[in-house]
């Protein structure tokens, strides 16, 4: 099993602010995901975060909104950029050990 | 057509009742299934994990996998109120990384 936790829990944002977004795993794993979640809407997958290397982006989603850093196996960021209202969500982190385990989630709330 | 499909639901039962959520897929090479519990503005949970065909219990949840009819369930008995939440159910290839979800049904357990 793998423990995930997340920084901050929650957060409200002006527009046009960045906000980034820290996850911790218990264990070392070789991929990391991040994922969206808009209200009422199913998980949405932004990137997948391997370590040493550039994160892979889902269609629709680019680097220079959703910045990703992978500097070791336990951790990982994700920076939501530039936000507008269209960016409130929860962002989940989430990795593979076995089945895919998830992080608490951080509710974005952008004003 | 979606790799997953989830009944969509909404599902309200009364305290007590048994209820089965379902999936089907189409991706015959899907060989690990889960079901996740998401309660409201928190991130899923694992709840059941298989792997290929058959049954496994876990208290009052059973889940059960069909491949030949690429038909998953789970199945839930002497259902609580605080059984509402949403589920998701999930599936994956070996050594994909990352899981297929559906887009979840969910469930209102009335006392």
């Known amino acids: 099993s793998a423990v995930i936790s997340q920084k901050p829990s929650r957060d409200i944002c002006q527009r046009g602010t960045s906000l980034t977004i820290q996850c911790q795993v218990d264990?070392?794993?070789?991929?990391m995901f991040w994922y969206r979640q808009q209200p009422g809407q199913s998980l949405t997958l932004i990137a997948t975060?391997?370590?040493?290397?550039?994160?892979?982006?889902e269609s629709g989603f680019v680097i220079d909104k959703f910045p990703i850093s992978r500097p070791n196996l336990t951790f990982s960021t994700l920076t939501v950029s530039n936000m507008s209202p269209e960016d409130s969500s929860i962002y989940l982190c989430?990795?593979?050990?076995?089945?895919?385990?998830f992080g608490p989630g951080t509710r974005l709330l952008v004003l | 057509q979606k790799e997953v499909e989830q009944d969509p639901g909404p599902l309200s039962v009364p305290e007590g009742a048994i209820v089965s959520l379902n999936c089907t897929y189409s991706?015959?090479?899907?060989?690990?299934f889960m079901w996740y519990r998401q309660y409201s503005r928190k991130g899923p949970e694992l709840l059941m994990y298989?792997?290929?065909?058959g049954n496994k219990e876990d208290g009052r949840f059973t889940a059960q996998v069909d491949k030949s009819s690429k038909y998953i369930s789970l199945f839930i008995r002497d259902s609580q109120p605080s059984d509402s939440a949403t589920y998701l159910c999930?599936?994956?290839?070996?050594?994909?990384?990352?899981?297929?979800f559906g887009d979840g049904t969910t469930l209102t357990v009335k006392p």
């Open positions: 991706n015959s090479a899907f060989q690990y």
């Open positions: 298989t792997y290929s065909s």
């Open positions: 999930a599936m994956s290839r070996p050594n994909a990384g990352k899981s297929t």
């Open positions: 989430s990795v593979t050990a076995g089945p895919q385990y």
């Open positions: 975060a391997n370590q040493g290397s550039e994160a892979t982006y």
């Open positions: 264990s070392q794993v070789t991929m």
